[in-house]
């Protein structure tokens, strides 16, 4: 058999991707990114919070087989990894990936487990992107739940990103507001996270989120009180950086 043809640089096939569906419907976008051969091989990645079962649905009715991303930072709430549980069996997903850090790291960066207490980036690299960044080696584009209204940091995103490692993130929702979220719910009786209905409209790992006051930004509650809004490794113009990302950075945030 004739081997396959190398993929383009990221920044080529991201530029072409957004290109071609620019104009498309979040649900077009995602079909198209299961079959493109200038995506390649794709993963969704899911925190399970807040929002993320909207996209699980679309991706359900596509293919249900996807590898599916969770990451288990071990901080997170009894409430997302029972919630975890319980949408994988409601849409019937087969290929959940739960992925966790790295014990002999967490043993020498983090035996007491208060690293976010006095760096958090670091504990954002130890917990999430160092084994998200392992589990996805084996793939060249992943699927999030990012969105353009989720704050400044995400205000310009596309569809389509290349990232510098050479592989390309997928944003089918980045164009909905919180209204669509909303309704899509309600459309497709979608079951929400229970931390929801207390006051979390944004929930990563339980140390870092606290409930959000009526008129507060949904984001408010990650991070309070620290000069963060993302999960400590950002992209800017294409480079991995460290610390606060500006308004018109691509974060490598999931959800």
Not at 207 to 227: N, Q
Not at 234 to 250: E, K, W, Y
Request: charged share 25%; net charge negative.
């Amino acid at each position: 058999m004739p081997l396959e043809a190398p993929l383009a640089p990221a920044t080529e096939r991201a530029a072409y991707l957004n290109g071609r569906y620019r104009h498309h419907a979040a649900t077009t976008v995602l079909e198209h990114a299961l079959s493109d051969a200038q995506v390649g091989r794709v993963a969704m990645v899911s925190s399970f919070g807040a929002e993320s079962v909207v996209l699980l649905h679309l991706v359900s009715i596509i293919d249900r087989t996807l590898p599916v991303l969770f990451l288990d930072t071990q901080m997170l709430f009894p409430e997302t990894m029972a919630y975890q549980a319980e949408v994988a069996e409601r849409l019937g997903l087969t290929e959940i990936r739960i992925i966790r850090p790295d014990p002999v790291a967490v043993l020498a960066r983090d035996v007491d487990n208060i690293l976010h207490q006095v760096d958090p980036d670091g504990c954002c690299a130890l917990r999430k992107t160092e084994p998200l960044e392992r589990a996805l080696k084996t793939f060249d584009a992943w699927i999030t739940g990012r969105k353009r209204y989720q704050g400044q940091t995400r205000a310009a995103l596309d569809f389509f990103e290349a990232e510098e490692n050479g592989r390309i993130k997928i944003n089918p929702l980045a164009h909905w507001d919180r209204q669509d979220i909303q309704d899509y719910m309600l459309e497709n009786k979608l079951p929400r996270h229970p931390l929801v209905s207390r006051g979390y409209p944004s929930i990563g790992c339980a140390p870092c989120t606290t409930p959000v006051k009526e008129g507060e930004d949904p984001r408010a509650g990650r991070w309070r009180g620290r000069d963060k809004e993302e999960c400590g490794i950002h992209f800017i113009n294409g480079r991995l950086v460290r610390g606060r990302a500006s308004d018109s950075t691509t974060t490598g945030d999931a959800a």
